[in-house]
Each structure stands twice: as C-alpha cells, then as structure tokens.
T-cell receptor, first 114, second 114 residues
Framework: DSGVTQTPKHLITATGQRVTLRCSPR?????VYWYQQSLDQGLQFLIHYYNGEERAKGNILERFSAQQFPDLHSELNLSSLELGDSALYFC?????????????FGEGSWLTVV | GDSVTQMEGPVTLSEEAFLTINCTYT??????LFWYVQYPGEGLQLLLK?????DKGSNKGFEATYRKETTSFHLEKGSVQVSDSAVYFC?????????????FGKGTSLLVTP
C-alpha cells in the first residue's frame, strides 16, 4: 500500500459525459501528479500540482482539468468524454518536487467510456 | 526532449533464470532514474532508484546501475521467480518545466514459468 488513495476504482460512463476522479495523497505529501495509462500511448503525464498550485502540464487535453484543494487532495475532471478516453488514470504524490524525489502511485481509476 | 527506451517484450523465462531488461535514456542534465513494477491488476510500485552516475539501486534481488557513459539503467536479477511476473517500467525525472514528473518507457512484460 503506497498510501495514495484513488476513488472510484472503476467507472463506466457514456460518451459526452463528465466524470471526476479523486485522489488523496500520502500524508504530508505536497506534490500531486496525474497520469493516463492506455495500451497505445503508454504512461502519459497529464498535470502536476504542488501545494495547491498548478506547476506543470503534460499531454493533458483541454477537455480535462484538475485542481488541488487546501487539504491537498486533488480531483481530475474529464468532460465531453470520448471512447478514446478509456484508460487507467493514476494519481501519484511526493513530499516535494525535485529531480531525486520519489513519486508514489495509487492503484488507479479504471475509466471505461461506452 | 527527455525520453526512455526499453527493450520490447514480452520476455518469457523459466524460474531461476537470469533476467536483464535493457533501458537507455536521453536527457539533458542529470536525471534520476527509476524502475517501477506493475503486477496484474495493480498500480505502479517503486522497485528501485539511482540519483547519480555509478549509483546502484537494489531491492528484492533486483539491481540496476546508473551508467552515464552508456546512458543506461539496465534491470537485472540473478534468479527470477514466478511471482516476479509483471510489467516493468524504466523512468527518469523530467526537468523543472515538467515539475520533475516522471517520463516512462513503454514497459516490458515479464512472464516467469515454473
């Protein structure tokens, strides 16, 4: 158990809908990262928050957004869903941010768009 | 940009065989290097890491040495077990522009047979 908690574990929704994925980082971790894992794209970095502020964006679509709240939990919002958004979405956290920092991953949220 | 290249899988070995999974990287600066493992149906777990050249990371019988001259971080284990069957990901930390998010290779699937 990494200490990173993600909910829901599984989600099935229809095209065009909107979903919210939730992440609670490890106790004391200030950094939260979101990743998307799909068979064709592999593990793609989406976005990074540090202590409530957005720090970096990766390959995140404009239909997707995220935020980190004062209690440090984070939410990833996915809207106007398409079939191709079906994937495993990981949240990860670390104490700080930096080159040698160890990043711990949650078990992921499986999203299926039908 | 920074990237990681892993050997293509799947790799199939008999129990107690020697394992090598090749990983090479391209990066500006001096990234930290990681191996993560994903067991079936689970999230990503940190297996080992190295933060500077010539460092050796080790855990659970797995080892990898940070080789700056060959830009490599190959994963090795002397005697694999059936329980080592999983997907292995090599990764490096990005730079400050990405919030030091991890860049992953495509993963190498390992199947160990009795």
């Amino acid at each position: 158990d990494s200490g990173v908690t993600q909910t829901p574990k599984h989600l099935i929704t229809a095209t065009g809908q909107r979903v919210t994925l939730r992440c609670s980082p490890r106790s004391g971790d200030l950094s939260v990262y979101w990743y998307q894992q799909s068979l064709d794209q592999g593990l793609q970095f989406l976005i990074h928050y540090y202590n409530g502020e957005e720090r970096a964006k990766g390959n995140i679509l404009e239909r997707f957004s995220a935020q980190q709240f004062p209690d440090l939990h984070s939410e990833l919002n996915l809207s106007s869903l398409e079939l191709g958004d079906s994937a495993l979405y990981f949240c990860a956290s670390s104490v700080l941010t930096g080159a040698g920092n160890t990043i711990y991953f949650g078990e992921g949220s499986w999203l299926t768009v039908v | 940009g920074d990237s990681v290249t892993q050997m293509e899988g799947p790799v199939t070995l008999s129990e107690e065989a020697f394992l090598t999974i090749n990983c090479t990287y391209t990066a500006t600066g001096y990234p930290s290097l990681f191996w993560y493992v994903q067991y079936p149906g689970e999230g990503l777990q940190l297996l080992l890491k190295a933060t500077k050249a010539d460092d050796k990371g080790s855990n659970k019988g797995f080892e990898a040495t940070y080789r700056k001259e060959t830009t490599s971080f190959h994963l090795e284990k002397g005697s694999v077990q059936v329980s080592d069957s999983a997907v292995y990901f090599c990764a490096l930390t990005g730079n400050s522009n990405s919030g030091y998010a991890l860049n992953f290779g495509k993963g190498t699937s390992l199947l160990v047979t009795p």
